[in-house]
């Protein structure tokens, strides 16, 4: 029951994380496109939304060590 | 097939996953002493003996070892100044040196033999020393931000100049007082495990792939993408420290208004010049 918590756990806890990092860049992208001289602030905004979008789902994998060692894996 | 399995054919193979923490070499006192301090002790020679090469005789005229480092100091300057602006630089030091040590560290957990023999372990693929080093960006840019802003700093919390527009006005600031207060403590948590999820979880992976794709060597794109994640990992923790230093020290007040604009609000534009011109 803890390993199938464990999967469930990273792989419904990366979906939000996968979307939100996937906007970012794709958003971010678009925007160097079009402006190429602010690319270097976009650029490191992108990075730091991407972190703390990132830390999601570390929250979730965290969970899954959790339950992992639980099952002294 | 004898020679190349010793011990009988096995697939998936029994993986050695690294423990998520130290393990205790010896104890000194109560405190154990775990292969995660030796690492860092390491690292922290491997750095310092570095530096001091670098700068034991400075030439005018930079040569080699000399001129790397300058290279790196000066793009972490400018970095830090396209950051935050000329306020930022006093925290530059802090800044490198986080980002130089989480980058090493992260990229000895790609090494081998690290995190796989007794005596070496990662210390950022130990979340005590993230933790170490969170706490430590914690309290260094709260004795900042009340060193720039005296007392009005807290005022960012407990804000009750709302009431004089109104009691709705005024619950709605108290409740972002609360929601700011609690992201504070919020801050030190996932610094922490987000820099030991991704070196961590690097490291398992980077054991189960070598396991499960059985030819030696082919699992080295992963350890190329491990490189690449422990640069970010490294940057994006100490440019989210350097951020909260910023935010620390900004005020959220009236004077918002002539000090701490960004630098491209400062550059007049040339109508302004023009007018007194004409007028003259």
């Known amino acids: 029951m803890e390993a199938i918590g464990a999967g469930l756990a990273i792989g419904f806890g990366v979906i939000g994380p996968g979307i939100g990092i996937g906007i970012l860049t794709g958003a971010s992208s678009e925007a160097i496109g079009r402006n190429p001289d602010a690319g270097g602030a976009i650029r490191t905004n992108m990075i730091l939304g991407a972190a703390l979008a990132e830390g999601l789902g570390i929250l979730s994998f965290v969970l899954g060590i959790l339950l992992w060692t639980r099952i002294g894996g | ?280």
């Open chain 2, 1 to 280: 097939m004898e020679l190349l399995f010793p011990h009988g054919f096995k697939y998936p193979p029994d993986f050695h996953i690294p423990s998520p923490t130290g393990e205790e070499l010896f104890k000194i006192g109560p405190v154990g002493y775990t292969n995660a301090h030796l690492t860092m002790a390491l690292v922290i020679v491997l750095l310092g003996s570095v530096a001091i090469l670098a700068t034991r005789n400075m030439r005018e005229r930079p040569g080699g070892l000399q001129n790397f480092i300058e290279l790196l100091v000066q793009g972490l300057s400018d970095f830090v100044e396209s950051i935050g602006g000329k306020k930022a630089l006093p925290y530059l030091p802090l800044f490198g040196t986080l980002f130089l040590f989480i980058v090493v560290s992260n990229w000895l957990s790609v090494v081998p033999f690290v995190g796989q023999v007794t005596f070496l372990h990662s210390p950022t693929a130990d979340y005590h020393t993230n933790f170490a080093m969170a706490a430590l960006a914690f309290f260094a840019y709260q004795t900042e931000g009340f060193r720039h802003l005296r007392l009005s700093y807290p005022k960012r919390w407990f804000n009750f100049s709302g009431f004089k527009d109104g009691p709705a006005i005024g619950v709605i600031f108290v409740l972002v007082g609360f929601i700011e207060l609690f992201s504070e403590l919020f801050r030190m948590l996932t610094l922490t495990l987000r820099l030991w999820g991704n070196v961590f979880g690097g490291e398992i992976m980077l054991v189960v792939m070598s396991g499960l794709l059985l030819i030696p060597g082919i699992a080295l794109p992963f350890v190329g993408l491990e490189v690449f994640i422990g640069l970010v990992q490294g940057l994006v923790f100490a440019l989210l420290v350097l951020m909260y230093f910023i935010l620390a020290i900004e005020s959220h007040d009236e004077e918002h208004e002539e000090g701490s604009h960004t630098d491209t609000d400062r550059v007049p534009s040339p109508e302004i010049h023009a007018r007194p011109a004409n007028a003259a």
